[in-house]
């Protein structure tokens, strides 16, 4: 069974990465979805709504589990009995970072290979924080994130 990582903030989780996790799910039999717990110093979302509108936004699929974790990524792959990791890759601007992590990870663990996958061209522009900037001034978020996180943006900004 092969089983893949797939580490974020997810605060709130966008069409991007849905994007990223259908592709991978074709490449792997079992794909985690999982909250870096420490990463994002100051979420909009608390783990547990993050954790919600994940396996909201994921329950057709069956093969992906949704988790959060703390600590190495390296060490939580071991855990899980994972061989992999995937990113999704936007553009050269994610790329310099990406690559760090991806070599230090490897360094760290060297059983563990992590894999870039691209999103529809439609997403290369889309990330968490954009969507929470235009929810909370207002603006409409409809083509980018599912209808739960819809929902839960406009809760959070008290959208009627
Ligand atoms: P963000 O960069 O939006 O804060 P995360 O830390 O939650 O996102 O990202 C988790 C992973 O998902 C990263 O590999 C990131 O590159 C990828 N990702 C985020 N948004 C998109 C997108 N719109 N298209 C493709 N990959 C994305």
């Not at 071991?78 to 050269?92: D, F, H, M, P, Y």
Request: aromatic share 8%; hydrophobic share 40%.
């Amino acid at each position: 069974m092969k089983i893949a990582i797939y580490p974020g903030s997810f605060d709130p989780i966008t069409n991007g990465h849905l994007d990223i996790l259908e592709r991978a799910i074709t490449l792997f039999d079992k794909v985690v979805i999982t909250i870096a717990r420490n990463s994002s110093k100051n979420p909009l979302f608390t783990e547990e709504e993050r954790l919600q509108l994940i396996r909201e936004a994921v329950k057709k699929h069956k093969q992906v589990e949704v988790d959060s974790f703390e600590g190495l990524l390296v060490d939580y792959a071991r855990k899980k009995n994972a061989t992999a990791v995937v990113r999704g890759l936007r553009a050269i601007s994610d790329f310099e970072y990406e690559m760090q992590m991806a070599l230090m990870n490897r360094k760290l663990n060297p059983d563990v290979q992590t894999v870039f996958l691209m999103p529809n061209e439609r997403y290369t522009y889309l990330n968490s924080s954009i969507v929470r900037e235009i929810s909370r001034l207002g603006g409409d978020v409809n083509d980018f994130v599912p209808k739960v996180v819809k929902q839960a943006l406009d809760k959070k900004f008290k959208v009627k």
